[in-house]
């Protein structure tokens, strides 16, 4: 769907053929996103700006992110672009870990990046949110602008109305995020969330923290299903990484 279509789509009501068509393109493209993800295997997602560049120190933590997140066993998932995204996916990729991405089309395009074991290009960023949601045990949070907020915020909402299992939220970036956690605090006061949904968070700027804390919490969640030899599918796990230590559901 073009930026044109897109717009046409929010603006209200269309004919119901229009409506219908779009429906029909959502499911497609749902089914081609779970074709292409389904046996990735349990998955950590990290969300962050694409706009920081090879050498930012943002850029080298998310990098160090993936690389631990890849030697405790678990799938690399990320938006699939540049900046936080492609450190993170390169470092799973450069430890022997496995690297995937929910790619989205933009008006400027955005190029998958080149350390992406397998990943799916998708045209709505409602569609890539559920993906990325999906297939993923763990969430890490780096800094980031409008759309790592957007993602952050709903997995926290999707976690804390049960819509989701209470899977961890590691946010990285204590001083950039420091101004959050104040709001946070600020609504906390005002009764608009709970006590109880702030231990939903584990904010920290170590790595090492993030991979135990991780390690610590998955323990209860379940695995992922093995590919169908009937349906030609086969999966993508590296041999030479570990398989991660969780209970079946």
């Not at 603006?11 to 409506?19: D, L, Q, V």
């Not at 700006?49 to 890849?70: K, L």
């Not at 990325?132 to 109305?161: C, H, N, R, W």
């Not at 590691?170 to 950039?176: A, F, H, L, N, S």
Request: overall charge neutral.
């Amino acid at each position: 769907m073009t930026e044109s279509n897109d717009k046409a789509f929010y603006a209200g009501p269309n004919s119901r053929i229009r409506e219908f068509k779009f429906v029909c393109r959502v499911m497609v493209e749902f089914i081609r996103g779970f074709r292409a993800l389904h046996f990735s295997g349990p998955c950590v997602t990290v969300f962050g700006s694409a706009r920081f560049p090879e050498g930012h120190p943002y850029y080298v933590r998310a990098h160090q992110v993936g690389e631990a997140v890849a030697r405790l066993g678990f799938t690399v998932m990320t938006g699939g672009g540049p900046g936080i995204m492609e450190a993170a996916n390169r470092g799973a990729k450069e430890a022997g870990g496995v690297s995937i991405g929910c790619n989205i089309q933009l008006p400027a395009e955005q190029e998958p990046n080149a350390y992406l074991d397998r990943y799916v290009t998708l045209e709505h960023f409602f569609v890539r949110k559920v993906l990325l949601f999906k297939y993923s045990y763990a969430f890490v949070i780096l800094p980031g602008g409008f759309g790592t907020m957007d993602e952050f915020f709903e997995v926290l909402t999707l976690v804390q109305t049960g819509k989701i299992q209470d899977f961890p939220l590691i946010v990285m970036g204590k001083d950039y995020y420091a101004k959050l956690r104040e709001l946070l605090d600020e609504m906390l006061k005002a009764g608009t969330i709970n006590a109880a949904d702030m231990k939903y968070l584990h904010f920290t700027d170590s790595v090492e923290d993030m991979s135990d804390y991780i390690a610590h919490t998955v323990q209860k969640f379940g695995v992922t299903p093995r590919p169908s030899r009937i349906l030609g599918e086969s999966g993508i796990r590296s041999t030479s990484m570990p398989e991660p230590k969780i209970t079946p559901r």
